[in-house]
Structure formats: C-alpha cells, structure tokens
C-alpha cells in the first residue's frame, strides 16, 4: 500500500519539483504482485530483532524520480534500529519504476510506504 505525501516546493523549479498528485501514478514494474514478490525475495529480518521478538511496521518515505529511480529514501516512523535499517536498504534497492506522468510529462513524485515486519 503506496500513500501521497503533501510537500512544500517554494522556490524550486519544475525539474525539481516534488508532486503529491500525479495523472499517471508511478508503477513498480510489474504491479503491485511484482512488487510484493521483490519485497518477499529480498527482505532480511534482521537476526537480532528476531531473536527479541521485535515487529512491527517502519514506514519510508521515498520518491521515484522522472526517470522512475527511487531517491531521498528516509523512515518516516521507525519502531528499531535494525528493522529501520532492513527497511531502507530494501526500499533503496529497488529497480526502478515506471515515472509518474503530469501533462504527459515525467514527473518526481514522493510516497509513504509501510514495510512489515512479522516474525512466524
């Protein structure tokens, strides 16, 4: 589940300009199944919050840039170091997406998305 951020942009020209809103939303390649399928191959649940029994879910906010790569990846609501970590090193090594459209232009445009961590 993928969320639009609000951002300010005073002062940046479009190139640079971060949407919120976008006519076509940016994709993984592939779709969602893709996505949950990369998410399912790469994940590493760090040993030490397994061993604790820590879970939970990190939220990263990222943006796909105009030539659909994942950019300024940072945790927005973090619940340990190493989930943290786990999550944004898994976000930052995504391949790149399909860039959002504005105008039938591409665009930069930021998301939230919440990376799980569940032990079994």
Known sequence: MLFFTAKANVGVSNEEHVHTISTIHPRFPGGEVAMRAFF?????????ARDSNIQGQVLVSFIIDTAGAVSDVEVVRGVHPSLDKEAVRLVEMMPNWIPGK???RPVRVQFHMPVNFHSN
């Open 40 to 48: 399912a191959e790469h994940l590493r649940y760090p040993q030490e």
């Open 102 to 104: 504005s105008r039938n």
